[in-house]
């Protein structure tokens, strides 16, 4: 079970967007539809922001966005906003267990 | 309000053994799978294990297969984790979290709790 892969860091200014990737293989990412995406303030538990590739909870604002091609996930955000900063987990089913996290992605809004 | 409360964490030595609870409340809890997620001091997500609404289908990460078993009981609305021969590695905040799909799973996690502690040291 190898975390899927996640760029360390990534940062925007306030108003750009930005895409954070996730990568796997063909056993979980591009084999499924459970890739799911969540927010984690210092401190905080982890927040539900995308599930099922692309669909969004009730609550969580527009400006998050998911998409999947072949055995990568992406999240966008647009519009950055302070709020925005903190780190971002990807994750999906995988067929050789049930869930498969990726390593984080710490997201600093300049 | 969906509400998730994790106990049982604290400081066991290597090789002992520790169980967690999760106490919930706030929706129908037999109606849903639930999750074990840890994260180590300063690292990422990892899943831990997972178990369907009426236990018939249970899974767990490589990492901790044959040393933890998750177990539920829904009429207490409870969740377990019996962590058995407990290495440094298995330090970490465990968070219990909700399935969000009724009567199946979705491995994605719409509810977590506030995690307990466990610290594997001597």
């Known amino acids: 079970q190898s975390a899927l892969t996640q760029p360390a860091s990534v940062s925007g200014s306030p108003g750009q967007s930005i895409t954070i990737s996730c990568t796997g293989t063909?056993?979980?990412?591009?084999?499924?539809?459970?890739v799911s995406w969540y927010q984690q303030h210092p401190g905080k538990a982890p927040k539900l922001m995308i599930y099922?590739?692309?669909n969004r909870p009730s609550g969580v604002s527009n400006r998050f966005s998911g998409s999947k091609s072949g055995n990568t996930a992406s999240l966008t955000i647009s519009g950055l906003q302070a709020e925005d900063e903190a780190d971002y987990y990807c994750?999906?089913?995988?067929?050789?267990?049930?869930?498969?996290f990726g390593g984080g992605t710490k997201l600093t809004v300049l | 309000e969906v509400q998730l409360v994790e106990s049982g964490g604290g400081l066991v030595q290597p090789g002992r053994s520790l169980r967690l609870s999760c106490a919930a409340s706030?929706?129908?809890?037999?109606?849903?799978?639930m999750h074990w997620v840890r994260q180590a001091p300063g690292k990422g997500l990892e899943w831990v294990s997972g178990?369907?609404?009426?236990?018939?289908?249970?899974g767990y990460a490589d990492s901790v297969k044959g040393r933890f078993t998750i177990s539920r009981d829904n009429a207490k609305n409870s969740l377990y984790l019996q962590m058995n021969s407990l290495r440094a590695e298995d330090m970490a905040l465990y968070y219990c979290?909700?399935?969000?799909?009724?009567?199946?799973?979705?491995?994605?996690?719409?509810?977590w709790g506030q995690g307990t502690l466990v610290t594997v040291s001597s």
């Open positions: 706030g929706f129908t809890f037999d109606d849903y799978a």
């Open positions: 178990i369907s609404w009426n236990s018939g289908s249970i």
């Open positions: 979290a909700k399935d969000a799909a009724v009567g199946a799973m979705e491995y994605y996690f719409d509810y």
């Open positions: 994750s999906s089913y995988t067929s050789s267990s049930f869930v498969v």
């Open positions: 063909s056993s979980d990412v591009g084999g499924y539809n459970y």
């Open positions: 099922d590739v692309s």
